[in-house]
């Protein structure tokens, strides 16, 4: 096990009806709110009117940023910052998912530095503070309820980047998984594949002797094959959808990865698809996800992928190795087809002449560099992986 | 899965060599120090001058309370306090394991309050602030260093007692594996079964839906029982050594326990061991713990002993649910067995003309109500189970 700090500084108020806890959360840390929020799924579901109305009940003034897009773009980031900046802002709360998320992180960082905010994505600047945010989170994905990353697009430069800070973790969190009953099943499905993701990119390494951070991951992967599933059939399931938003918080927040010598390689491959096709996320995640891993399967790896298949699939530990990982990786991919995910990059709508394009982008945003350290994969191995998902 | 509030302030820095933060850390919450250690192992690894050097290099004055005992006793938390008033003191070092780290809480919380400390045990006072503390831990076993609960005992009137606030959770906690390699062979089974049973308690419930968090105890259970074998054999393996400490830590923080409806049995049964034996309390929750398990087993329980049996010990789920359930039985049994732990309270020198005081003290503690949940436990099922384990 290797070195590591380990902090997490967000408060959790999960379950039924903790938005209750709201006002005086926010009153901790400020006075005048910028509120953000997506597409208006919030004001469908009806919690748009209970949060406002909680503002209004406990004196606290905001202003609105909607209109947030998946994949958020720099543009939103910029205009949060003025809005802040004009109105004396000094908390946000961010009522959304990932995206909602991610940009709210990316406004609350802005705020300090007077340059242009795309900068922290490029590296040409390090954040040094955040204004405080609060979350209430509405789908479970990302798990950027409980980091301190954020990933945002410029549609200008086609790239998908992402940065982070310790003062970009939320304050607190409300993860109330009633929020996530409406889900369209496209949604719950893509928010299931990147759950996993995140805990594939931290599970697949080689001999780092993180066991016990191991087997945490598999707890994550076995509740989101459990779950995952009839969430999908039963939109409604307080069980499953509790037990998929913890999980997401869990993915991605340091349980997994402390200790271990991660660099995520599908995420790397996959923002390629989204800065350039404005694709789900979690989607493009889990159709490279299979095709990743037979790509990177052999003798050095192989015993990783049997402990997955054992301890993930119940897969029968005396069967051939190749034969286990093999079963494992079909058992994954038939997973992510049984809760409707299209299996190919073609039926996304992705056109073949750009993934060379997209190859090269990939690893530019590596620096040239290989990505990944499980398999190390350069432009001609991330090629062949969009050609074999096509 | 049950509504719940989580939060984890404690930071952590994990790994050989991590003392060198320590300086920088303590300047951060105070400026004048007590440091707490027991028996004074820390001075024969050399921690203590260690740990001394770096105060004085960061010219931070200090006082000591050294000798603080296993099953750590009030008249140490009245010293503690004593001290700290006497020296204008403003930060608490705790440097050992789980009893110099629960007698520190117990002072840091002890220092706000004007009276006596006891009363916080017999629930005659609250706390309400506690003075900052960080931790450098000596042995893997109680989690005490990253939770905000302390367990101190009165030899007066022979109870052995908890409590806790948010206040009391250390603001950071050294953990560095290679600090526990010279730990005594029986040290590091008491603290294995420590963890172990932490984790028991957290994972035998009823019908909680916590799926999720019952994946992680699998995780630190198989961890415990890979690893646990492994440091009896090698103390000197960092990767057994770290594995262990980390999983110590998360076995009690809260990550397995919170949305479940928990309350704990065989902790309460073993306290009463150590309040009249002074015996190892890792010792006395390894004794009692298959035989517990025995007499809680029937119709309405047998599937989480099935679910325990093919998910950590790996039998085969094909096998008739009793076979199961008993088949892990034993192998808990032969586990501890296998670490040189005694298991029987005969062997740990307790009279049998004592069970029945013990009993009626287990309960009494409880307010003559019935200890644990899962199943609950009266006087007489209390005294069964303390006659089985002599």
């Known amino acids: 096990m290797k070195n590591f700090y380990y902090s997490i500084p967000t408060e959790i108020f999960f379950g039924k009806g903790q938005i209750k806890v709201l006002g005086d959360q926010i009153k901790k840390y400020g006075t005048k709110v910028l509120l953000t929020y997506g597409g208006g799924s919030i004001k469908r579901i009806g919690l748009y009117d209970e949060v406002v109305n909680i503002l209004k009940d406990n004196g606290i003034e905001f202003r609105e940023l909607g209109g947030i897009d998946p994949n958020p773009k720099i543009d939103s980031v910029r205009e949060g910052i003025k809005i802040i900046r004009e109105n004396d802002i000094d ?16 406004i609350a960082a802005g705020y300090y530095y007077q340059g242009d905010p795309w900068d922290f994505l490029i590296r040409k600047a390090n954040v040094e503070n955040a204004l405080p945010l609060g979350t209430i989170l509405t789908i479970a994905a990302t798990g950027s309820e ?95 959808r509790a037990n998929i938003m913890w999980a997401s918080s869990w993915a991605i927040n340091g349980l997994l990865s402390y200790g271990k010598d991660v660099k995520w390689s599908v995420h790397a491959m996959e923002h390629e698809l989204s800065a350039f096709y404005d694709i789900t996320h979690g989607v493009g995640l889990a159709i490279l996800t299979p095709v990743w891993m037979e790509y990177v399967l052999d003798d050095e790896r192989v015993d990783k992928f049997v402990e997955y298949g054992v301890n993930v699939w119940d897969i029968d530990r005396n069967k051939d190795k190749y034969e286990i990982a093999r079963l494992a990786i079909d058992k994954t991919r038939d997973f992510f087809k049984s809760i409707g995910i299209p299996m190919s990059l073609r039926e996304v709508g992705i056109k073949e002449e750009d993934l060379e394009k997209m190859a090269k982008a990939c690893t530019d945003n590596s620096g040239g560099n290989k990505i990944g350290n499980f398999k190390l994969l350069g432009y001609e191995d991330v090629l062949s992986i969009y050609r074999k998902a096509y």
Not at 156 to 174: D, N, V, Y
């Open 91 to 106: 908390f946000i709360l961010a009522v959304g998912g990932g995206s909602v998320i991610d940009c709210s992180k990316a």
């Open 146 to 240: 409980m980091d301190r990353i954020a990933v945002i697009s410029n549609p200008e430069t086609r790239q998908k980047l992402s940065f982070g800070h310790i003062s970009m973790a939320p304050k607190f969190s409300i993860l109330d998984p009633t929020y996530t009953f409406s889900l369209p099943k496209n949604q719950t499905a893509a928010g299931v594949a990147d759950i996993m993701s995140h805990t594939f990119e931290n599970y697949f390494t080689l001999n780092d002797g993180a066991y016990l951070q191991d087997r945490f991951a598999e707890g994550i992967l076995k509740t989101c094959i459990k779950y995952g599933k009839i969430a999908f059939e039963e939109p409604d399931n307080y069980e499953a």
